[in-house]
């Protein structure tokens, strides 16, 4: 499914931002998925286990990525590096999006294939 525009917000210096509902490379959950409309880079953080998955360790692309995202969202302004503060959010958002909708929510790790790696 892909993605809807309106939900990406641009964070400086080519950076966009979408929160993304990805079951099959994070699992059912929201992650944080960055990706740079300039130099073409793309990382996908799954604050709730502590992965992070790149364009330099994965042949994913943001194409690929986008299709499979079944859902998504807009994402609040907070530095990546305010690991406590995603997570938090990532984790109350996922679970109310879960029970308000009757889907499964997981804190499952992603499988660590495929490059993840630890935030």
Do not use: C
């Amino acid at each position: 499914m892909p993605i809807n525009p309106m939900n990406s917000d641009h964070h400086g210096a080519g950076n966009h931002v979408i929160l993304i509902w990805n079951p099959i490379h994070v699992g059912e959950r929201f992650a944080h998925f960055n990706r740079n409309t300039i130099s073409g880079s793309w990382v996908i953080r799954d604050y709730i286990t502590g992965w992070f998955l790149s364009n330099a360790t994965s042949p994913l692309t943001i194409a690929q990525i986008e299709q499979e995202t079944v859902r998504d969202a807009f994402p609040p302004f907070h530095q990546y590096t305010h690991n406590d503060d995603w997570n938090a959010f990532l984790r109350l958002m996922s679970l109310a999006f879960s029970k308000q909708n009757g889907v499964p929510y997981s804190v499952t790790a992603p499988l660590p294939i495929a490059g993840w790696q630890r935030i």
